[in-house]
C-alpha cells in the first residue's frame, strides 16, 4: 500500500478531504451544461454506479448532447435499461480473457462483467461499447487484443488500451518494465498493428483499436499539434466531488489546477493546461504524442530515466503505425478502405496514446 502513501511533496498540494460523493446542487451542473452547446457528460470514478441512485438523478434533470460512462462493469445489472440505453459510449475495464482479468481484478470479475455486458445488450444497449484494457508485465498485447476481437465469450468492436506505468511512485523497482516491454509489449504491438492493417487489406474494415486509430488518423491527416490527445486540460474537463473544476479526473485534489468551480464558471473559457516541460517539449514525436499523459508529466511519479522508458514505448507504437502507412494509403488509394473509415468520436475517454 506505500504507492498510496507516498506523498507528492512540496511542489503539489493535495486536498485529501474531498467529499466521498457529490456534494453542489445539481442544478449548477444543468446550468454549467447549457452554456456548452457541445456538453458531453461522463461518468467517472472511482466506480460510479456506486453512486447509482446520483446517476440516475443527473440523468432525469441534465440535458447534454450525450452522456458516456467508465465503469467496471459489475454493476450495470443494477441500472435500469432506459439508463444505459441513453449512453452513447461505456467504456468497461476488462484486460483480455479470464485468467488474466480475474488475477488483475479479483476472481469471478470477468465472469461477471460479461455476463453484464450481455445483459445490457440484450436489453438493447446499440451504443459504443470499448473495451478498456489495463497492461501491466503480465499481458500479452497481440494475444489479449486478438481475444477480445474474436472470441466465443463477448467479442468487441472498439478497444483501448493504457500502460499502467508512471503513475505510481514506488513500483517501478519492484516491476521488470524494461525488459517485458522490449521483449514482449514492443514486438507484441508492431504484430498488432500488421495484423490491424491486414484486416483492412483482407475484409474492408478499419477495425476500432484506439491507439492505432488515432495515431494513424493524425498521420494520415497530417495533423501536426502537441494537444493532449485525451483531450484532457483544454477540451475535456473533470468536476470533483465538491464542484471544482480540474484538467484531468487523476488530478483530483491539486489546487494549484483548480480551474474554477461549476457555480461560477463559463465551460466556454476555461483555461487550458498543457504539457510544457521537458523532456516532452523537446520531443520529436510531440506532435503525434501530444505528452501522453498530463498527470504523469506534472507528479513525475517515476524518474526521468525510468519514465523514459514509457516513452520508448510510444515512440515505437508510433513508429509502427508510420511503418504502415503507406500501406494504409494504397489501400485508399485503391478503394478497399476510405480516409473516413480513420474517423472517431473524439474525447471519449480514450487517451490514444497508451
Not at 460523493?21 to 457528460?41: A, F, G, M, T
Not at 465472469?111 to 436489453?123: E, F, P, S, T
Not at 468487441?156 to 511512485?169: E, V
Not at 494504409?328 to 472517431?344: V, W, Y
Request: hydrophobic residues 35%.
Amino acid at each position: 500500500m506505500d504507492d498510496f502513501d507516498e506523498d507528492f511533496g512540496d511542489k503539489i498540494e493535495v486536498d485529501y478531504n474531498l467529499p466521498r460523493r457529490i456534494n453542489y446542487d445539481i442544478n449548477l451542473l444543468s446550468k454549467i451544461c447549457e452554456k456548452d452547446p457541445d456538453c458531453v457528460l461522463t461518468f467517472y470514478g472511482g466506480e460510479p454506479l456506486l453512486g447509482i441512485d446520483k446517476v440516475k438523478q443527473i440523468m432525469d434533470s441534465v440535458l447534454p448532447k450525450q452522456y458516456m460512462i467508465q465503469t467496471n462493469g459489475l454493476l450495470l445489472d443494477k441500472l435500469e435499461p432506459k439508463y444505459v440505453n441513453h449512453f452513447h459510449t461505456i467504456l468497461v475495464s476488462i484486460d483480455g480473457e479470464e485468467a488474466l482479468t480475474d488475477y488483475y481484478r479479483g476472481k469471478g470479475t470477468f465472469r461477471k462483467v460479461i455476463n453484464n455486458l450481455k445483459l445490457i445488450r440484450q436489453n438493447g444497449f446499440a451504443g459504443e461499447l470499448i473495451a478498456r484494457v489495463t497492461v501491466m508485465e503480465k499481458t500479452d498485447i497481440y494475444k489479449q487484443i486478438r481475444w477480445l476481437l474474436d472470441n466465443d465469450e463477448f467479442s468487441f468492436s472498439s478497444i483501448h488500451w493504457q500502460l499502467n506505468a508512471g503513475f505510481w511512485g514506488n513500483d517501478y523497482q519492484r516491476r521488470n518494465f524494461e525488459e517485458w516491454s522490449k521483449k514482449n509489449y514492443i514486438p507484441g504491438v508492431a504484430k498488432l498493428t500488421r495484423f490491424w492493417v491486414d484486416q483492412m487489406k483482407q475484409k474492408g474494415v478499419v477495425l476500432k483499436l484506439y491507439p492505432l486509430l488515432g495515431i494513424a488518423n493524425s498521420l494520415l491527416n497530417q495533423e501536426n499539434d502537441c494537444l493532449m490527445r485525451c483531450g484532457g486540460g483544454w477540451i475535456n474537463y473533470a468536476i470533483q466531488t465538491d464542484g471544482h473544476i480540474i484538467p484531468c479526473p487523476t488530478m483530483w485534489g491539486m489546487k494549484k489546477y483548480y480551474l474554477g468551480n461549476i457555480s461560477n464558471t463559463d465551460p466556454l473559457n476555461l483555461k487550458k493546461i498543457f504539457v510544457d516541460q521537458p523532456p516532452c517539449i523537446n520531443c520529436s514525436i510531440l506532435n503525434v504524442c501530444g505528452g501522453r499523459c498530463l498527470y504523469a508529466n506534472i507528479t513525475k511519479r517515476w524518474n526521468d530515466e525510468d519514465y523514459g522508458k514509457v516513452c520508448a514505448t510510444v515512440a515505437e507504437l508510433v513508429k509502427a503505425v508510420k511503418t504502415e502507412t503507406s500501406r494504409i494509403q494504397r489501400l485508399i488509394s485503391n478503394g478497399t478502405i476510405a480516409l473516413k473509415d480513420f474517423d472517431f468520436l473524439k474525447y471519449n475517454g480514450c487517451e490514444i496514446i497508451p
